[in-house]
């Protein structure tokens, strides 16, 4: 409670601050606080995010079916970290386009895009219908692919983006899923 309130006390304070600058300074723009909460981020970060939604929540469903599926422990694991990573890093995502003011895709929305290693619908059946170590292969062989899209994304949000916390979570993505394909690889080589 103690917390609560001294976040909300510094709040105001910070409110007050502003406003009582921006109405005793001069009408120069640059100056409101609708600007300057605008400049914390840009087009790069807002596409970062809106892209990497749907992305995300496909590589969950592929997770899911995998869990479902799959025959072997090592990709049931990678499907339960993959599902771990992503689900908070969608709500995490979705969180700042609300705050940046853009709309957040709802699930589905990008489906007839086409972003880097997103799967197409027939291929989702395709997938959906193998068994077997057939499932368990063709499952780490798209997921390479589905990451591959993730981590140019993610390079490119590195390069271009302002946002700082977009761009650590674009270098954890870059991280974390250069690190899955590289096991996906080795699984598919043994």
């Known amino acids: 409670m103690t917390h609560v309130y001294r976040t909300t006390a510094a709040s105001a304070a910070l409110l007050v601050a502003v406003f009582g600058v921006t109405a005793c300074g001069s009408d120069s723009p640059g100056t409101s606080p609708s600007t300057s909460a605008a400049a914390a981020f840009n087009d790069a970060d807002a596409t970062f995010a809106s892209q990497m939604i749907p992305h995300h929540q496909q590589a969950v469903e592929m997770a899911d079916l995998a869990l479902r599926k799959a025959t072997t422990a090592e990709v049931k694991n990678l499907a339960t970290a993959i599902k771990a990573a992503q689900d908070p890093e969608i709500k995490q995502l979705s969180g700042w386009l609300a705050a940046w003011g853009r709309p957040v895709p709802t699930p589905g929305e ?81």
């Open 110 to 190: 990008h489906s007839g895009h086409s972003m880097a290693g997103m799967m197409g619908a027939d291929e989702l059946a395709e997938l959906s219908k193998a068994s077997g170590s057939r499932f368990d292969r063709m499952w780490m062989q798209k997921m390479i692919e589905h990451h591959q899209g993730a981590v140019a994304m993610a390079k490119t949000e590195q390069t271009t983006g302002k946002d700082p916390a977009a761009i650590a979570l674009a270098k954890k993505i870059d991280t974390a899923q250069t690190s899955e394909i590289t096991t996906m690889r080795r699984l598919l080589g043994s």
